[in-house]
């Protein structure tokens, strides 16, 4: 089945620690995003990548980096220095057809905890 | 800029019947998207509506109804019949008009409204 699908699920990290969570897409869509999603709130986009080696910084993208050297995988590292990484993260993909069909799927996300 | 209002933190509503949940949103350009997500506690995003805003009648999708209502920059879920799987948080979120090109769409998304169905 197509889709999108992020790992792990749970990943603790200990202070100072560099982390990456996966997404792989079989959609075959050209856009991937990563957004964190904080209790209370609703989702914040950290990165974004239109085409393959290509991608831009949204609207809280300190502390993360990304990297896009295949169009299925769109991999986040949560960096030391992101000051406070706990949250939902989750990873998405949209394909432009011109149509008002036009929506974003979204993978099941990761729950990054800092011990 | 953008934004999004979801103004109703939690809703409780009876198995099997009607529920409407608020949104709504502000932007200066003509050409912008609506859509709701379903967020269950298994933390996944599901899709469930989109309205465009030059769509001429307002989008349906099975039990589910976007009641828009463009004058008044609102873009109300309802909700018909609801049952027990439909508790969940619900987000509303509008696509920035910047995204009508290389697939990229930027979106900005409410905080949610908790809808939880009793027996």
């Known amino acids: 089945d197509g889709g999108i699908t992020q790992s792990p699920k749970y990943l603790f990290r200990k202070e100072g620690q560099n982390v990456t969570l996966s997404c792989e897409q079989n959609?075959?869509?050209?856009?991937m995003y990563w957004y964190r999603q904080d209790p209370g709130q609703g989702l914040r986009l950290i990165y974004y990548?239109?085409?393959?080696?290509?991608?831009q910084k949204g609207d809280i993208a300190e502390g993360y980096s990304v990297s896009r050297e295949k169009k299925e995988s769109f991999p986040l590292t949560v960096t030391s220095a992101q000051k406070n990484p706990t949250a939902f993260y989750l990873c998405?993909?949209?394909?432009?057809?011109?149509?008002?069909?036009?929506?974003?799927?979204f993978g099941e996300g990761s729950w990054l905890t800092v011990v | 800029a953008q934004k999004i209002t979801q103004t109703q933190p939690g809703m409780f509503v009876q198995e099997k019947e009607a529920v409407t949940l608020d949104c709504t949103y502000d932007?200066?350009?003509?050409?912008?998207?609506l859509f709701w997500y379903k967020q269950p506690s298994s933390g996944e995003m599901i899709f469930l509506i989109y309205?465009?805003?030059?769509?001429?009648q307002n989008a349906t999708e099975g039990r589910y109804s976007l009641n828009f209502q463009k004058a008044r920059k609102s873009a109300n879920l309802v909700i018909s019949a609801s049952q027990l799987g439909d508790s969940a948080m619900y987000f509303c979120?509008?696509?920035?008009?910047?995204?009508?090109?290389?697939?990229?769409?930027?979106?900005?998304f409410g905080i949610g409204t908790k809808l939880q169905v009793i027996p």
């Open positions: 998405a993909s949209s394909i432009w057809t011109g149509s008002s069909g036009n929506t974003i799927y």
């Open positions: 959609l075959n869509h050209d856009a």
């Open positions: 990548s239109q085409i393959v080696n290509d991608f």
């Open positions: 932007t200066s350009d003509p050409s912008y998207g």
């Open positions: 309205q465009g805003s030059y769509d001429q």
């Open positions: 979120a509008m696509r920035d008009p910047e995204s009508n090109s290389g697939g990229y769409q930027k979106v900005t």
